[in-house]
Every structure is written in structure tokens, then in C-alpha cells.
């Protein structure tokens, strides 16, 4: 590698690439989504929750129902709000990162872990609001975080956050070997 | 015209602050989400060991107010440094790699890695005010971690990127 390969930054894979770009796309899709089909969205969650009174807590007293159906659609909301937030950003920390390892991280067998425990987590994660939102309506809204917690943040999650910290002490060992 | 090549990269101590920052912004968040009750204990403690210093009166309705108001506050630290920390490391990153691409010149490139880098610590200043509301009483707090690190942090974040502005408008006429 010349001293000017070695000084500048390699492309990454073209499948976490891809990964990363569509998962902007969800996000944007998402978001438009959210506004434009808000009512929609806010009638079919408040009626699959009316269906399955018992997962609710609701007592049948108009008062007391209505607080409760409030408190889980505020939350629907903001799983899908969550949703959008996390997958704009975690499109574009794929590509920020998957470069890095892609340029700093010499070993292959490394390299390609690295740049898959990124791409599938970074991709991964914010589905976790997306499924807590679409449970909360079936399951209520404990159920529906626990199971949104042990199928995706928690493996997902976790596969990015090893990820980078392997990547940084990667780095750090470099630099401390220069 | 469409300029084609390779894209330069900044120096690894850079790219490493970056990375750092992101992998805190990423951990904080999961912290923040699994260990809430142990924070929130946590933060209790630390109130209730600094009593003096957040101005507990002996009334109970009165100081429960105020121990919930700073727990509230230190929980909100928490939570903007994760958010800070995961877009200001991409900051960093995407800034000094148009930095490492398009400034010409060395010394004018070192002293926008080193004020971005810097700026790129502003995060760390919302674990400051966390931890500082807890220790030092919510308003002295926020002021002590607004004026020595969330100001200059940030101000040295804000003067890289208007130099790399102002490179990238001086190159282009």
C-alpha cells in the first residue's frame, strides 16, 4: 500500500452500503408515513386496543379507559417517532463506521466481522421501535417493550456496540504501536 | 464537473475520538434503557448524600420535589449525551474527512482537526452536567457544565466548522 492509499479511505463493502442507504429510506418512508396516515394509524391502535380490553387493563369505566388507551397511544406514537430517528441516524453511522473498519482494520477475517456486527446491528436496532409499536396494540405495552427487547435491541444492539468498541480499541492499538 | 479519486482521510487520533464518541453515545443509550432503576436509585443517593447542597429544608413534600426535579435533570443529561455524542462523532467524522479532502494547507488543516476534535468532546459535557446537578445542586449544576465545557466545547466545534467553510468558499472563488 502506497503512503497515499494508506492515508485515505477505502470504500466499504457494497452490501452494507446498501444495508445502510436503505435504512435512511425506511426512516424517511417511516416519518412521511407517520404524518400523512397519522389519523389512520392512531384509529386502527385504538381499536385493535378496544378489541382486547383485558391486555389493557380496561375497566369499562369511560374516565378510567380513556386515560389508560391515552398513556399506550401517546407510546404507540412514539415507538413509531423512535423508529425514524434511530434509522436515519443508524444509516448514516453504518457508512461513517463500516469505512472506518474498512480502512483501518487489516486483518480480513476481523474486517468482515467487524463491518457485519455493524451493518446488521446498526440496521437491526431501530426495528426494535418499530415492533414495540406495532405489539403495543396485541400485547400491551410491558409485554410488547420485553418482547421488542429480548427479539431486537438487546442482540442488535448489543452486536453494535461490541462492534465499535472493538473497532476503537482497534484504532487505539495502531496509534499507540506508530 | 465531476471530480472523481480517492477521498483523503484524517489523522487515526481524529477518526479514534470520533468512534469513541459514538460507541459512548451507543452505550448510554443502552445503559439508559436497561439500568434505569439503578440510575434513578443512584442519582437518589447522590442527592440525598449532597442534602446541603440542593437546599433540603426538612419538609418532606418540599424536598421530594426538589430530589425528583434534580433526578429528572441528571436523567436528562444522560439523555442528551447520548443523543449528542452519536451526531456530533458523525460530525466529526464527515467534517474531517472534508477537512483531510479539501484543505490545502497543513497548519490550516491541523487547527481545524484540533478545534473539531475538541468540539467533538461536547458531549462529554452533558455527563458533567449529570453528574454535577447530582453533586452540586441542580442550578450550580448547569451552570458549572454550560460554562466550562458546553460553551467552549461547543464553541470550538461551531469556529470548525465555519473555517472549513471559509477554506472551502476561499478555494472555490
Not at chain 1, 385504538?46 to 407510546?75: F, T
Not at chain 2, 464537473?1 to 481524529?14: C, H, Y
Not at chain 2, 413534600?61 to 436528562?76: L, W
Not at chain 2, 458533567?128 to 447530582?134: C, I, K
Given at each position: 500500500?502506497?503512503?497515499?492509499?494508506?492515508?485515505?479511505?477505502?470504500?466499504?463493502?457494497?452490501?452494507?452500503?446498501?444495508?445502510?442507504?436503505?435504512?435512511?429510506?425506511?426512516?424517511?418512508?417511516?416519518?412521511?408515513?407517520?404524518?400523512?396516515?397519522?389519523?389512520?394509524?392512531?384509529?386502527?391502535?385504538?381499536?385493535?386496543?378496544?378489541?382486547?380490553?383485558?391486555?389493557?387493563?380496561?375497566?369499562?369505566?369511560?374516565?378510567?379507559?380513556?386515560?389508560?388507551?391515552?398513556?399506550?397511544?401517546?407510546?404507540?406514537?412514539?415507538?413509531?417517532?423512535?423508529?425514524?430517528?434511530?434509522?436515519?441516524?443508524?444509516?448514516?453511522?453504518?457508512?461513517?463506521?463500516?469505512?472506518?473498519?474498512?480502512?483501518?482494520?487489516?486483518?480480513?477475517?476481523?474486517?468482515?466481522?467487524?463491518?457485519?456486527?455493524?451493518?446488521?446491528?446498526?440496521?437491526?436496532?431501530?426495528?426494535?421501535?418499530?415492533?414495540?409499536?406495532?405489539?403495543?396494540?396485541?400485547?400491551?405495552?410491558?409485554?410488547?417493550?420485553?418482547?421488542?427487547?429480548?427479539?431486537?435491541?438487546?442482540?442488535?444492539?448489543?452486536?453494535?456496540?461490541?462492534?465499535?468498541?472493538?473497532?476503537?480499541?482497534?484504532?487505539?492499538?495502531?496509534?499507540?504501536?506508530? | 464537473?465531476?471530480?472523481?479519486?480517492?477521498?483523503?482521510?484524517?489523522?487515526?487520533?481524529?477518526?479514534?475520538?470520533?468512534?469513541?464518541?459514538?460507541?459512548?453515545?451507543?452505550?448510554?443509550?443502552?445503559?439508559?434503557?436497561?439500568?434505569?432503576?439503578?440510575?434513578?436509585?443512584?442519582?437518589?443517593?447522590?442527592?440525598?448524600?449532597?442534602?446541603?447542597?440542593?437546599?433540603?429544608?426538612?419538609?418532606?413534600?418540599?424536598?421530594?420535589?426538589?430530589?425528583?426535579?434534580?433526578?429528572?435533570?441528571?436523567?436528562?443529561?444522560?439523555?442528551?449525551?447520548?443523543?449528542?455524542?452519536?451526531?456530533v462523532g458523525l460530525v466529526l467524522f464527515f467534517a474531517s474527512t472534508l477537512v483531510a479532502a479539501t484543505v490545502p494547507w497543513r497548519r490550516a488543516r491541523a487547527a481545524l482537526y484540533l478545534v473539531l476534535t475538541l468540539?467533538?468532546?461536547?458531549?462529554?459535557?452533558?455527563?458533567?452536567?449529570?453528574?454535577?446537578?447530582?453533586?452540586?445542586?441542580?442550578?450550580?449544576?448547569?451552570?458549572?457544565?454550560?460554562?466550562?465545557?458546553?460553551?467552549?466545547?461547543?464553541?470550538?466545534?461551531?469556529?470548525?466548522?465555519?473555517?472549513?467553510?471559509?477554506?472551502?468558499?476561499?478555494?472555490?472563488?
Amino acid at each position: 500500500m502506497t503512503e497515499a492509499e494508506s492515508a485515505a479511505w477505502r470504500v466499504p463493502p457494497r452490501w452494507a452500503l446498501l444495508v445502510a442507504v436503505l435504512s435512511i429510506v425506511t426512516a424517511e418512508v417511516g416519518g412521511a408515513s407517520m404524518a400523512r396516515f397519522k389519523v389512520e394509524l392512531t384509529r386502527w391502535a385504538r381499536d385493535a386496543m378496544l378489541a382486547r380490553p383485558a391486555v389493557h387493563g380496561l375497566v369499562g369505566v369511560r374516565d378510567v379507559d380513556e386515560r389508560i388507551l391515552d398513556e399506550a397511544l401517546v407510546k404507540f406514537d412514539a415507538g413509531l417517532r423512535l423508529f425514524h430517528m434511530h434509522a436515519e441516524g443508524m444509516g448514516l453511522v453504518i457508512i461513517a463506521t463500516t469505512m472506518v473498519a474498512a480502512t483501518v482494520v487489516r486483518a480480513g477475517a476481523v474486517r468482515r466481522t467487524i463491518i457485519a456486527l455493524l451493518t446488521t446491528g446498526g440496521a437491526g436496532y431501530p426495528v426494535g421501535y418499530l415492533v414495540w409499536s406495532i405489539l403495543i396494540p396485541s400485547y400491551g405495552l410491558e409485554r410488547a417493550k420485553t418482547i421488542a427487547e429480548w427479539l431486537v435491541w438487546i442482540p442488535f444492539g448489543s452486536a453494535t456496540i461490541l462492534a465499535l468498541w472493538w473497532l476503537a480499541g482497534l484504532i487505539a492499538l495502531r496509534l499507540i504501536r506508530r | 464537473m465531476v471530480m472523481s479519486g480517492t477521498v483523503r482521510r484524517p489523522p487515526l487520533a481524529v477518526v479514534l475520538v470520533a468512534i469513541v464518541m459514538v460507541a459512548l453515545g451507543e452505550t448510554a443509550g443502552a445503559a439508559m434503557s436497561r439500568l434505569r432503576p439503578e440510575i434513578q436509585r443512584y442519582a437518589a443517593a447522590r442527592v440525598a448524600a449532597n442534602a446541603a447542597a440542593h437546599g433540603f429544608s426538612g419538609s418532606a413534600e418540599y424536598d421530594d420535589e426538589v430530589r425528583d426535579r434534580a433526578i429528572f435533570t441528571a436523567e436528562a443529561g444522560l439523555s442528551f449525551f447520548h443523543l449528542h455524542a452519536e451526531g456530533v462523532g458523525l460530525v466529526l467524522f464527515f467534517a474531517s474527512t472534508l477537512v483531510a479532502a479539501t484543505v490545502p494547507w497543513r497548519r490550516a488543516r491541523a487547527a481545524l482537526y484540533l478545534v473539531l476534535t475538541l468540539g467533538g468532546l461536547f458531549p462529554l459535557g452533558y455527563l458533567v452536567y449529570g453528574a454535577a446537578v447530582l453533586e452540586i445542586g441542580r442550578d450550580a449544576g448547569i451552570e458549572m457544565a454550560e460554562r466550562w465545557f458546553l460553551t467552549p466545547l461547543g464553541v470550538s466545534a461551531i469556529v470548525g466548522l465555519l473555517g472549513l467553510l471559509l477554506v472551502a468558499a476561499r478555494r472555490r472563488a
